[in-house]
């Protein structure tokens, strides 16, 4: 059973709604000691001076920001403490904004708000106004002593809570070398319409049971095995695959359609168009870029 993280309240208007914060993910990562390779000894990390072979108590460390190489303003506990966000009980919302105007670049980590205990009626009010009218809540709050945007949105009747970056924590493309062509390459309308056509072939209803940590399951089995004694054959790497150069595009493409549709028996899979008229969802979709209006 899963525990709260944090209890507070959902605050807009003179509407309080106390709530529970709970985890949405449950970390699947496998978990690697470090041992020396001739005895297997655990190696332990030590917290030690530079230059000297001291090792220093946690209570005898503070922090500090370097200026220039080996150059630093020292920062004591007690002037970082004074800088903290006041620490409140309070998801304070801002605004409401349309799902679709929020990039999936400013999400951060995931949770799912709970009501307190006897606050249920509002949690349900709160949960289903915000489904019938499609918007989302953008958030501020304390937690873990740090203040966090967040987006609050329903899912099936439960409000879920996603904390947000801040817009300047997010990198533009055009601050990367490499990333925007220097000048925009001549693309042939049939070679767009064929790439087109190969993502409709391709496209399926989001499952995300279908997708699997791959690398965690091949790590598992090879834990076991080497557990049990078993022999370990390493397979050779793989190549890197080669980049499709321009006078082959409409060639690949070709062959990709070819390829999707003699594995589907002949038939082309349903394009995305035809699919999203089945069972649609538009307020459970996924979110997409940025629009240009304003969110008030």
Same mark, same amino acid.
């Given at each position: 059973?899963?525990?709260?993280?944090? +209890?507070?309240?959902?605050?807009? %208007?003179?509407?309080?709604?106390?709530? $529970?914060?709970?985890?949405?993910?449950?970390?699947?990562?496998?978990?690697?000691?470090?041992?020396? @390779?001739? !005895?297997?000894?655990?190696?332990?990390?030590?917290?030690?001076?530079?230059?000297?072979?001291?090792?220093?108590?946690? &209570?005898?460390?503070?922090?500090?920001?370097?200026?220039?190489?080996?150059?630093?303003?020292?920062? *004591?506990?007690?002037?970082? +403490?004074?800088?903290?966000?006041? =620490? *409140?009980?309070?998801?304070?919302?801002?605004?409401?904004?349309?799902?679709? &105007?929020?990039?999936?670049?400013?999400?951060?980590?995931?949770?799912?708000?709970?009501?307190?205990?006897?606050?249920?009626?509002?949690?349900?009010? /709160?949960?289903?106004?915000?489904? @019938?009218?499609?918007?989302?809540?953008?958030?501020?709050?304390?937690?873990?002593?740090?203040?966090?945007?967040?987006?609050?949105?329903?899912? !099936? %009747?439960?409000?879920?809570? *996603?904390?947000?970056?801040?817009?300047?924590?997010?990198?533009?493309?055009?601050?990367?070398?490499?990333?925007? #062509?220097?000048?925009? #390459?001549?693309?042939? $309308?049939?070679?767009?319409?064929?790439? @087109?056509? /190969?993502?409709?072939?391709?496209?399926?209803?989001?499952?995300?049971?279908?997708?699997?940590?791959?690398?965690?399951?091949? /790590?598992?089995?090879?834990?076991?095995? $080497?557990?049990?004694?078993?022999?370990?054959?390493?397979?050779?790497?793989? @190549?890197?695959?080669?980049?499709?150069?321009?006078?082959?595009?409409?060639?690949?493409?070709?062959?990709?359609?070819?390829?999707?549709?003699? =594995?589907?028996?002949?038939?082309?899979?349903?394009?995305?168009?035809?699919?999203? $008229?089945?069972?649609?969802?538009?307020?459970?979709?996924? #979110?997409?870029?940025?629009?240009? =209006?304003?969110?008030?």
């Amino acid at each position: 059973m899963a525990r709260a993280i944090w +209890s507070g309240s959902i605050s807009f %208007g003179l509407l309080n709604v106390p709530v $529970k914060l709970y985890s949405a993910v449950a970390r699947r990562s496998i978990g690697l000691r470090e041992i020396r @390779e001739s !005895d297997g000894a655990r190696i332990r990390h030590r917290r030690v001076a530079e230059g000297t072979d001291e090792e220093v108590p946690y &209570e005898k460390i503070i922090k500090a920001f370097e200026i220039t190489p080996d150059r630093y303003v020292s920062l *004591t506990k007690e002037e970082l +403490s004074a800088l903290a966000p006041e =620490k *409140t009980r309070a998801i304070e919302v801002i605004d409401f904004v349309d799902l679709d &105007e929020i990039d999936p670049i400013y999400f951060d980590s995931p949770y799912y708000l709970g009501p307190a205990e006897g606050a249920e009626k509002a949690y349900s009010l /709160l949960a289903q106004a915000m489904a @019938e009218s499609g918007k989302v809540a953008i958030a501020r709050f304390v937690f873990r002593n740090k203040e966090h945007l967040a987006a609050i949105r329903p899912a !099936d %009747g439960v409000l879920t809570l *996603t904390t947000m970056r801040f817009a300047d924590e997010v990198v533009s493309p055009e601050e990367l070398e490499d990333v925007l #062509p220097a000048g925009k #390459p001549r693309v042939a $309308k049939r070679e767009v319409q064929m790439a @087109e056509q /190969l993502i409709d072939s391709l496209t399926r209803r989001f499952d995300p049971a279908a997708y699997r940590d791959e690398y965690r399951e091949e /790590l598992l089995s090879l834990i076991e095995r $080497k557990a049990e004694g078993k022999d370990i054959v390493t397979a050779p790497a793989g @190549e890197e695959p080669e980049p499709t150069k321009a006078p082959d595009l409409m060639a690949a493409l070709e062959e990709s359609i070819a390829a999707v549709k003699a =594995k589907g028996d002949g038939k082309a899979p349903k394009p995305a168009a035809k699919q999203r $008229k089945a069972k649609a969802a538009p307020r459970r979709r996924a #979110p997409g870029r940025a629009k240009a =209006k304003s969110s008030r």
